[in-house]
């Protein structure tokens, strides 16, 4: 099983949809979790860190379920500027694998 | 107030060849993690230096190997390239160890290796 799993995608919506990415990480020992956006052949960018209590930024929610070991992140009133790949990205920070694991990504594509 | 810069931005190397990538951190950062990212793929962790030391690293060969400066700016070197190592080569800078109390990561825009 891989550390973090993610949507296969990719996700083509309209303008103003409300999208959902789900994704899963294997090691219950991780300690902080986020989720990056990358561009075409650009950097990931932090898009939001997750927190245990949920949290919003404008039109973004995380949602992080810890028991299930399951994160969350929900696009609502979707722009095209959304367009992107999102990672999920899990800290198991000592772990044998280090520092940050990152999922594959979900492409999102918002259409007119 | 610089980013992180990285340099080359594109590489062109044949197999065997070793290639050096450089790093510089976000001012006023102190880490410095590289990760390798195929095409299609998310990144994955290589190493990470902190205060001139690898402190943390993923599962890859020793032909990976890097280091930090007293300036905070680091170095990758990879020796005997494979084809397999062609990939987007990520720098990320942090203030103190990255991921441990949420501490964000600022990444460079990446060097890009072909390796032919």
């Known amino acids: 099983r891989k550390e973090v799993e993610q949507d296969p995608g990719p996700f083509n919506v309209p303008e103003g949809a409300t999208v959902a990415f789900n994704c899963t990480y294997s090691n219950s020992a991780s300690q902080s979790f986020f989720w990056y956006r990358q561009d075409c052949r650009k950097e990931p960018k932090l898009l939001m860190s997750?927190?245990?209590s949920g949290n919003e930024d404008g039109r973004f929610t995380a949602q992080l379920n810890r028991a299930s070991q399951y994160i969350s992140l929900l696009i609502r009133d979707s722009k095209l500027s959304d367009s992107a790949t999102y990672l999920c990205?899990?800290?198991?920070?000592?772990?044998?694998?280090?520092?940050?694991?990152f999922g594959k990504g979900t492409k999102l594509s918002v259409k007119p | 107030d610089a980013g992180v810069t990285q340099s080359p931005t594109h590489l062109i190397k044949t197999r065997g060849q070793q290639v050096t990538l450089r790093c510089s951190p976000k001012?006023?950062?102190?880490?410095v993690s590289w990760y390798q990212q195929a095409l299609g793929q998310g990144p994955q962790f290589i190493f990470q230096?902190?205060?001139?030391?690898?402190?943390q690293r993923g599962n890859f060969p020793d032909r990976f190997s890097g280091h930090q400066f007293p300036n905070y700016s680091s170095e990758l070197n990879v020796n005997a390239l494979l084809l397999g190592d062609s990939a987007l080569y990520l720098c990320?800078?942090?203030?103190?160890?990255?991921?441990?109390?949420?501490?964000?990561?600022?990444f460079g825009p990446g060097t890009r290796l072909t390796v032919l």
């Open positions: 001012s006023g950062h102190d880490t």
């Open positions: 997750v927190y245990s």
């Open positions: 230096y902190y205060e001139e030391e690898e402190r």
């Open positions: 990320a800078s942090s203030l103190g160890l990255a991921g441990a109390n949420y501490n964000e990561q600022f």
């Open positions: 990205v899990v800290n198991n920070y000592g772990g044998s694998q280090g520092n940050l694991i």
